[in-house]
T-cell receptor, first 109, second 114 residues
């Protein structure tokens, strides 16, 4: 099976930076997604990485190192609305998404 | 508004009953998926369909069946519900089944089996 690990919870202050790490061991690798999920809502797409390096999208950036089986999602200038769960998901050789359990980020004033 | 709809929003069901969760998308996406989300376990794939007329088993298919008669609809059926099927169910779709296309999720169905 696929193994995708991310921290369960993180807390940060409004305006700060938070880095959510994700490590994976999967049957092959064809890309990595990050999704955001607010409580009681559907997951929504944040980013996709397939090559090593950093992808930046406004306040959110995602990094990938395929050789280390590692990714992180960086959230800058945190806002209260960023309080949510962040899901790391990997596409393996069968071209299906396998999800980590998610990291719940709480932003405090 | 384009997207994915699911019905019902929530349901309480007696064990042993049959239940169909409905999912409809209007984006003309080829691939569709059913996931369940349980606390501490994340999203797990139940069944998928790469294109209309085809279906496949995901990670946790037992106790569930699906059909894909057309592009838009992908219903999930629990033939005889059991309490372990209490979960939040999400339907998703993507333009193709290649895995690299973004999956778009419906609002979810919260199912409780007593």
């Amino acid at each position: 099976g696929q193994n995708i690990d991310q921290p369960t919870e993180m807390t940060a202050t409004e305006g700060a930076i938070v880095q959510i790490n994700c490590t994976y061991q999967t049957s092959g690798f064809n890309g990595l997604f990050w999704y955001q999920q607010h409580a009681g809502e559907a997951p929504t797409f944040l980013s996709y990485n397939v090559l090593d390096g950093l992808e930046e999208k406004g306040r959110f950036s995602s990094f990938l190192s395929r050789s280390k089986g590692y990714s992180y999602l960086l959230l800058k200038e945190l806002q209260m609305k960023d309080s949510a769960s962040y899901l790391c998901a990997v596409i393996s050789n069968d071209y299906k998404l396998s999800f980590g359990a998610g990291t719940t980020v709480t932003v405090r004033a | 508004i384009a997207g994915i709809t699911q019905a019902p929003t929530s349901q309480i069901l007696a064990a042993g009953r049959r239940m169909t969760l409905r999912c409809t998308q209007d984006m003309r996406h080829n691939a569709m998926y059913w996931y369940r989300q349980d606390l501490g376990l994340g999203l797990r794939l139940i069944h998928y369909s790469n294109t209309a007329g085809t279906t496949g088993k995901g990670e946790v298919p037992d106790g569930y069946s699906v059909s894909r008669a057309n592009t838009d609809d992908f219903p999930l059926t629990l033939a005889s519900a059991v309490p372990s099927q209490t979960s939040v169910y999400f339907c998703a779709s993507s333009e193709s089944a290649g895995g690299r296309d973004t999956q778009y999720f419906g609002p979810g169905t919260r199912l409780t089996v007593l």
